[in-house]
Structure formats: structure tokens, C-alpha cells
């Protein structure tokens, strides 16, 4: 090719993918395969890469997000970023209602549409190209974070179209998908890491990470909900998010023209329910007036728009006392504050216990043993404590303080700069760390041994094992002479030790309980490094040139091996014929060809076997096991709990759903 054609097939293969990341992304409508859409992607980004002189910060090939760790530069706002003022009641609506009425004295309408619990971004365009996107900050400057925001597919780099302004801005918010959310904190439980108390933390979290590749990772998306210029296609609010839509941004698809009071009342009541089937999170309805200029004549006070309101929902609450504060001490030395309450019905279930996350928030919730408390579950995982029902208070108790020393090895506790949870430092002799760690070390993403909590505790206070390592060399006939244990189950245990010895090298990473090194990580590392002396001797930077590594995970790495009694664990392991290196895996042998070229998804959670072993199965007759749903996609495998927003995309693909009875009968195993 020369360099005239090179241009023409660089600027074809982006016009491409930007189309692909709108069908994507935008209208959940895909037209190719991921493999198709990746194969173009990597031919753009190997063009690019031989053509410096077409470079353009636009390209969809820039979404990926780099490695650089800068600081965020401050950007004052063109338009102060401003906030609603909120209404709890239909009467509060009322009042809004009226107060617009009088002061405009003229028709107006207005438009209802879902109040996102996300965090807000400004997005300002110039001819077509974002060009800079803001967080709110205090309203009047925010941080830059451009280079995290163009990881977000769903937010156009390159408008479609052409009768955009020359210069606007869009304003919205960047949410976190609760499927997304929920797959965060299943693994950062997994690594005792402490877990996002919803995906409005997790969202604004994300966006602030320094690191736009591990931003990319964590699947943001963007619904838009207002336009601001000089120059704006038309006077009409919803008008104007229409031809946003035009131009490639997402748009809510709920959003309604009211002209009265009523119609304003069926759609609060209507979205209070369907809420809960949506993809992301939402607090509330917005109610805005439609006309621009009716806008400008109802104008602002010193926080909020005059011509618009929000109406939150009630969250779902309950009021019960608190007994006491107890402090549990994890794998990884992290204490977390639990509240054990007097039992209470909420939203469905019996709720006993509570997180109090830190001790931040029990201060600033100025909580008192014997208080009464309010509970709420706004969908998240753990009900948290939002308050204290302070007129209820008869006999002030004693007052909820963070704990100073180790409730297990009284060591005084520490708290890392920048980190908001206390750590118990004494991870070579405190019980729960070393019981934590071995518990770790038998789980079933780790080593598998059959075993849990009663059997660690037992060899661990009885002084058969202080280690990992011990697992390998302690005299079972020792344990078997145990009370309740006999010659049975000591050797059932020894044989499951010794299986475990042919686990994969990853298991192992992973078992070994270094910080921050969760399933997800631990593959990466076997892969990047294939062996344990490759790992141990890799310097930060290797490191970090790992995919999804950066500085956090590195460091730690770094300090496990640094430690001479982790190396020693790690070389009597050698010793004893642990998996040290990454084995090739042999493909799964063919059974029958019934599933040959078909491309199965599988969804959900299942009975009969696990995901891994379906997977196995797909392959073993002859089909291809992907992990997104396309139009490529030939059947689903669906098991409980199927995401609604799969659910959603399947059905409009017209793609066939099988739970596991109808897909066990088609392979002929039922
Ligand atoms: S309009 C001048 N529309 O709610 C105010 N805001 O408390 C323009 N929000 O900071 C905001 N969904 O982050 C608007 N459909 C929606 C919204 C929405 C969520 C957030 C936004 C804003 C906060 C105001």
C-alpha cells in the first residue's frame, strides 16, 4: 500500500469501529463478532503504529487506555456544574408544579426522565471530536480525566453525522452496570479487599484511577441528559437529547413529555417498580421544564436550576437497635467493623448484622451501643447503617470507637496512607491471618483440598501444620489418632494434599495469598511469566508491562518475595513437587460433533455441573465457548440469574436460550 491508500484504509477501519462501538454500545444492536471487530482493531492499531504521521487522538484505537500515571490537571467548568434540589413527596412535586406555573404565567411542558445514580461528567465537543471530559468537582473546576472517559465505548470519540454545533457540551453520567459491579466485589472478596458499597462509589472510583487501562476494564457506561451551548440545534430539551442520540450518544430511553401534574405522578409511580429491572442503578426522577428560553426565564439560585427538580425514591429502610460492634480480623490482617443489630425484616430478608466499612463512617455517624439505627439494602450486596434515630435516643451508651489493637494478638493496628481501613501488621503470628491464609491456600480456586474451616482450625491448633508448606510433610498417622478423626478421613485428606500438588501454577499464585493477587491476576502472571523463578525474579517494571498489572500489585509482589520466610515457604513448596511452571493444556478430546460450529454462550449460575465444566463439555462436542453475546452467537446456556441486560440483548438478536435440562438433552446427557 502506499501511504495515499494506508490513509484511505486507516480512515475506513475507523469510520468502521466507531460504527461497531455504537451498534455495541449504544444500541446493544451488534452487527459483527467481537473476533471480527477485535481482527480490525489490532489491523488499525498495527497501521497506526507504522504511520505515526496519521496519528489522531479520536481513533476508536485510543479507547484502550495507556499506562501513563499522571496527576489530574484542575479545568474550570464554562458552566458551573450545578446540583437539584431534591423532593421526597408528591406534594413537594406539587409545589414545583405551581411555583413554575405562576412565574412563567404561559403553557409549558415538561419532561420526566430517570434520575441516574451514577457520578456526573461534562463532555464539551468541538468540531465533532471530544475534546476534554470533566468531572463535576466542586461545580465551578473538576479534574480532567479525558483519558479514562475515552475507554468508555458507549461515549462517541467522533460524532456521527454532521449538524452538530462547532463547540458544545453534554452533560450526564458515567454509571457502573450492576453485572459489572456485582463481578467486582465477587472477586475483590475473593482477595479480602474491601468491596464497593454500590456502583455509584465504584463508578466515581473508576474514573479517578490513574490507570485508564484498568479504567477500561472495569466497563463503564454513560447514559447523557443534557445539552449546553451557544449555539443549540433547538429551544426544546428533548429536541435537542434526540439529536444527541442522532450523533451516537446514549440517551435514556425513558424519558416522557408531561403536560400535567397527573401524567407527571404515572410516571413516578410507574418507574418506581421497572427501576428494578434496569441495567444500572437510579435514585429518582429529574423533572425539568422542556423550553430552553423557559429555562432562562425561571432561571437559577446559588445551587440549583429553578426550572428543574428531583424526586427520589424511597429507599428501602428499616429502624432497629444496635447491640454491639464487633471486630473481624481477615486473611490479610484488614479489621472490618460489623454492627450486630436486633433482627429486622428488610426488603425481603431478616437482617442481623450490617457493615460499618471504617471507622470514617462510624464517626461520622456518631453511633452510641443501644442506638437506634436505620438499615437500608438500596440493592447492594451488605445492608450498611445510614443513620441514627437520635430523638429515639433515651440513655445515651457508650460510644462505637475503632478499635486500637488486634482483637485476636492485641498488636497495635496501622492505617496506610490513603487507605481508609486499619490492618493488623502481625501476618506471621496472628491466628486469623495464618488460619485466613491456609483457608486460602485448601479453597476451591486455589489448591482444592477437601477441607474447610473445622479441619484448618484442627491442624493448625494442634501444631501439625504453622504453613502452608507444613501440608506436605505432617505425619498423618499423627491425625488420625485425633478425637473423631480416624484412619478414613486422615488418609482421605493426605491423598487430597497430594493431588493438590498437580494443581495449575496459577492456583498456586493464586493460594499463596500475595496481595492484591486474585484469580484474574494470578492468570495473567502464569501467562506473562510461566514460571515461579521467572516471577520471583521479575523487577518492577516487568511488572507493570503485564496487562492490567500496575503499581499496587507490583509492590506487593515485589514485597512477598522480598520476605526471606515467604521465600522459604515458596522453596520447601518446590521441594515437595508443587506445579511451578505453566503446563500447555492439551484441547478437550471430541465426544461428537452435534455442537460443530455453533458459538455458545453461557450465562448464569448452574446446578448439574460448574461453568467450567460446561465449557469443557461445549468443546468436547465440537462447539466454541465465547464470551459475549453477537449476532455470531449461535444458542445461550442459561442458568439462574441470567443478567437482564444478556437477557435484553438476546432477545433482540433473536438468539435461541437454553437452560441447562434442554441443552443436557440436546448433547444426549439427559
Ligand atoms: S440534570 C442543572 N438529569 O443528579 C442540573 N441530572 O442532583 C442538571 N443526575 O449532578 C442536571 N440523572 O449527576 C440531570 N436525568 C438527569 C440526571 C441527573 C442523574 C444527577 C447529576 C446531577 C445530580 C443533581
Known amino acids: ?183 467486582i466485589n465477587r472477586e475483590r472478596e475473593l482477595n479480602e479487599e474491601p468491596l464497593f458499597a454500590n456502583p455509584r462509589n465504584a463508578a466515581s472510583g473508576t474514573l479517578k484511577l490513574q490507570n485508564p487501562a484498568v479504567v477500561a476494564s472495569r466497563k463503564l457506561d454513560a447514559y447523557l441528559y443534557y445539552m449546553l451551548g451557544e449555539t443549540l440545534p433547538s429551544d426544546s430539551h428533548i429536541e435537542n437529547l434526540h439529536k444527541a442520540a442522532e450523533w451516537g450518544f446514549k440517551i435514556s430511553p425513558a424519558m416522557q413529555k408531561c403536560s400535567t401534574l397527573e401524567e407527571v405522578y404515572a410516571f413516578l409511580n410507574k418507574w418506581d417498580i ?30 440549583s436550576p429553578r426550572w428543574a427538580i428531583a424526586y427520589k425514591f424511597q429507599a428501602e429502610q428499616a429502624e432497629t437497635r444496635l447491640n454491639s460492634v464487633s471486630f473481624q480480623v481477615g486473611r ?109 491456600f485448601f479453597g476451591r480456586n486455589a489448591m482444592n483440598i477437601a477441607g474447610g474451616t473445622a479441619t484448618v482450625d484442627l491442624l493448625y491448633e494442634n501444631g501439625f501444620i504453622a504453613n502452608v508448606a507444613d501440608l506436605y510433610a505432617f505425619d498423618t498417622k499423627l491425625l488420625s489418632r485425633m478425637p473423631r478423626w480416624g484412619e478414613k478421613s486422615a488418609n482421605n485428606l493426605k491423598k487430597s494434599i497430594e493431588d493438590s500438588k498437580q494443581a495449575p501454577f496459577e492456583n498456586l499464585l493464586f493460594a499463596l495469598g500475595i496481595r492484591f493477587v486474585g484469580k484474574t491476576v494470578a492468570k495473567k502472571l502464569a501467562v506473562a511469566f510461566k514460571t515461579m523463578d521467572a516471577l520471583m525474579t521479575a523487577n518492577k517494571e516487568e511488572l507493570i508491562g503485564v496487562d492490567e498489572i500496575g503499581d499496587r500489585i507490583a509492590d506487593s509482589i515485589l514485597s512477598y518475595f522480598a520476605d526471606e520466610k515467604n521465600r522459604e515457604i515458596v522453596e520447601r513448596l518446590r521441594e515437595y513437587g508443587l506445579q511451578f511452571s505453566v503446563v500447555e493444556e492439551e484441547p478437550e478430546a471430541r465426544v461428537s460433533d452435534i455442537l460443530e460450529g455453533k458459538n455458545i454462550v ?34 445461550i446456556l442459561a442458568g439462574e440469574n441470567m443478567g437482564p441486560s444478556k437477557l435484553e440483548k438476546a432477545k433482540a438478536l433473536g438468539i435461541e436460550i437454553m437452560n441447562e435440562d434442554q441443552f443436557l438433552s440436546l448433547i444426549g446427557q439427559l
Open 274 to 303: 421497572d427501576r428494578k429491572n434496569l441495567p444500572v442503578a437510579t435514585d429518582g426522577v429529574v423533572i425539568k421544564v422542556d423550553s430552553i428560553s423557559q429555562q432562562q426565564q425561571l432561571g437559577y439560585t446559588a445551587k
Open 332 to 440: 490479610t490482617g484488614a479489621v472490618t467493623p460489623v454492627a450486630n443489630l436486633d433482627p429486622v425484616q428488610l426488603s425481603g430478608t431478616v437482617v442481623k448484622r450490617a457493615s460499618l466499612h471504617n471507622e470514617d463512617i462510624i464517626n461520622s455517624l456518631d453511633l452510641h451501643i443501644g442506638d437506634m439505627v436505620y438499615v437500608e439494602k438500596g440493592g447492594e450486596i451488605i445492608p450498611k447503617i445510614t443513620g441514627v434515630n437520635v430523638a429515639a435516643r433515651l440513655l445515651l451508651g457508650e460510644k462505637v470507637r475503632f478499635i486500637q489493637c488486634c482483637p485476636e494478638c492485641n498488636t497495635k493496628l496501622v492505617r496506610y496512607e490513603g487507605e481508609a481501613a486499619y490492618y493488623c501488621p502481625n501476618d506471621s503470628s496472628c491466628p486469623p491471618q495464618i488460619k485466613g491464609r491456609l483457608e486460602h
Open 602 to 635: 453461557i450465562s448464569g449460575k448452574f446446578s448439574k455441573h460448574s461453568r467450567d465444566d460446561y465449557k469443557k463439555i461445549i468443546e468436547q462436542y465440537g462447539g466454541t465457548n465465547t464470551s459475549s453475546i453477537s449476532s455470531k452467537t449461535s444458542l
Open 1 to 183: 500500500m502506499n501511504k495515499e491508500e494506508i490513509k484511505n484504509r486507516i480512515e475506513e477501519l475507523r469510520k468502521e469501529l466507531n460504527d461497531h462501538n455504537y451498534n455495541y454500545y449504544v444500541l446493544s444492536m451488534p452487527v459483527i463478532s467481537d473476533f471480527e471487530f477485535d481482527r480490525k482493531l489490532k489491523e488499525l492499531q498495527e497501521l497506526e503504529k507504522a504511520n505515526p504521521e496519521f496519528f489522531d487522538s479520536s481513533s476508536p484505537s485510543q479507547r484502550v487506555g495507556s499506562d501513563i500515571n499522571k496527576a489530574f490537571k484542575q479545568v474550570a467548568h464554562v458552566y458551573p456544574m450545578l446540583s437539584l434540589s431534591n423532593t421526597y413527596s408528591y406534594e413537594e412535586v406539587a409545589d414545583f408544579y405551581q411555583r413554575v406555573t405562576k412565574t412563567l404565567n404561559e403553557p409549558f411542558e415538561l419532561i420526566c426522565e430517570l434520575k441516574y445514580d451514577g457520578t456526573s461528567i461534562s463532555l464539551t465537543y468541538e468540531d465533532g471530536k471530544l475534546l476534554r471530559a470533566v468531572t463535576r468537582g466542586d461545580g465551578e473546576k473538576g479534574d480532567d480525566v479525558t483519558a479514562n472517559v475515552k475507554t468508555i465505548r458507549s461515549i462517541p470519540l467522533q460524532l456521527r453525522g454532521t449538524d452538530y454545533p462547532a463547540l458544545f457540551e453534554m452533560r450526564g453520567e458515567i454509571l457502573m452496570p450492576w453485572e459489572v459491579f456485582d463481578d
